[in-house]
């Protein structure tokens, strides 16, 4: 299937887990997409790969432009581009140029991956100028917050999400747990596909450990990471356990370099996995914070698959209601420590000592990324429904 254009906050880009996973998933289909149409700075930051640049199109608000930032500061334009009101006049700036692109077809196909408004208002206003066509990808919602214990989107933008939702020709989203909660919320269904991995990494599977547990990290540490990261930092204490960590950050806050973490800084994306391979566990830490539980209870990262495939056992800490414990949990592909207290983790530690209970865990994630992750199934998810 061929798409006229790609819609969306985020980039194609080699920097970040959405734009991995499109290249991953997609692979040649991103040659049958004609035009990539950016409508948020995120995309600008982490710019488009190589090779897809001469068909991208970065719309921006005026609020996210260089200039405006420099006349009125960072912070306050970026306030100003996430009011409703700015949105939707940005919304239909980019729509009608959108349509100039077009304007000799009368009707549109499109790939929309909506992470906030601004695409999403963006496709609403471009369907009032043209008929459009799209599958849309649910990879992020940063719309929703969960606050009194109750999920809540900003006053404006839940009825316009939700015909979004039900207007798509197809609605596919980045776990089971986004699934349910779009079924019952807006009664659409879903197809889930998420980040996929490479094939299955045989050399480092289960060994007996003597001496002191080695403990990897490889990503960011950032809000979805930082607390989680914290507490396991925190359980190291009286334990023979090390925690390294690789990550692009300049250094690590003074909360998490604690005794026993080793700071390791980047390392190339071509060399993670033979680094993941020295390690005895991987850890997949994951934040307990309410502030950014649309994430963690809706969000499969990257990272989870990429893990699988490394044949190193995964240690995830995260809470109870998160989608990549469920997912773990359910496959029985991971140690898993649905919570935040030190002694709970330091049992998780232990668990990666019981060298079959590690084995087994280690051929349930084989059959994982054989049958699920891996990008040929995950692949064959994405054809099945653009091609069928």
């Not at 985020?10 to 004609?34: C, E, P, Y």
Request: charged share 20%; hydrophobic share 40%; aromatic share 8%.
């Amino acid at each position: 299937m061929k798409f006229d254009f790609y819609l969306s906050e985020m980039s194609v880009s080699d920097k970040h887990g959405g734009g991995l996973t499109l290249q991953r998933i997609l692979g040649a289909d991103l040659n049958n997409i004609d035009h990539f149409v950016h409508v948020n700075r995120f995309a600008m930051d982490l710019h488009v790969k190589d090779g897809l640049s001469g068909r991208s199109h970065d719309l921006l608000s005026i609020w996210e432009s260089d200039w405006m930032r420099k006349i009125i500061g960072r912070s306050r334009a970026s306030g100003m581009s996430r009011r409703l009101g700015m949105i939707k006049l940005h919304a239909k700036s980019a729509a009608k140029k959108m349509a100039a692109i077009f304007k000799d077809k009368q009707e549109l196909t499109g790939l929309v991956c909506p992470q906030g408004a601004n695409a999403i208002f963006t496709l609403e206003a471009l369907k009032k100028i043209k008929p459009v066509k799209y599958i849309t990808w649910v990879m992020d919602d940063h719309l929703v917050s969960y606050e009194n214990d109750a999920w809540h989107y900003p006053a404006g933008t839940e009825a316009v999400f939700g015909k979004h939702l039900r207007e798509a020709e197809h609605v596919f989203v980045i776990s089971p747990a986004m699934q349910a909660f779009y079924k019952e919320r807006f009664g659409i269904a879903s197809t889930v596909l998420f980040g996929s991995s490479g094939t299955i990494e045989q050399g480092a599977l289960s060994k007996k450990i003597s001496g002191p547990l080695k403990i990897g990290y490889f990503g960011a540490v950032a809000a979805w990471q930082r607390d989680a990261l914290k507490a396991v930092a925190i359980a190291l204490n009286g334990t023979d356990t090390q925690v390294y960590i690789y990550s692009g950050v300049g250094q690590l806050p003074d909360d998490i370099h604690l005794d026993g973490v080793h700071f390791k800084g980047s390392v190339a994306p071509q060399n993670v996995l033979a680094e993941m391979q020295n390690y005895d566990a991987v850890l997949l830490p994951i934040s307990f914070q309410q502030e950014i539980r649309n994430m963690s209870q809706f969000n499969i990262a990257t990272k989870m698959s990429e893990y699988l495939t490394s044949g190193v056992p995964v240690l995830a800490v995260g809470p109870p209601y998160s989608a990549m414990i469920h997912y773990l949990n359910e496959h029985k592909a991971a140690i898993t420590v649905a919570s935040d207290n030190e002694n709970d983790i330091r049992e998780g530690f232990k668990r990666l000592r019981d060298t079959q209970h590690v084995a087994r865990l280690l051929k349930n994630a084989q059959k994982l990324v054989t049958d699920e992750v891996g990008a040929g199934p995950m692949r064959r998810v994405w054809q099945a429904v653009v091609n069928g």
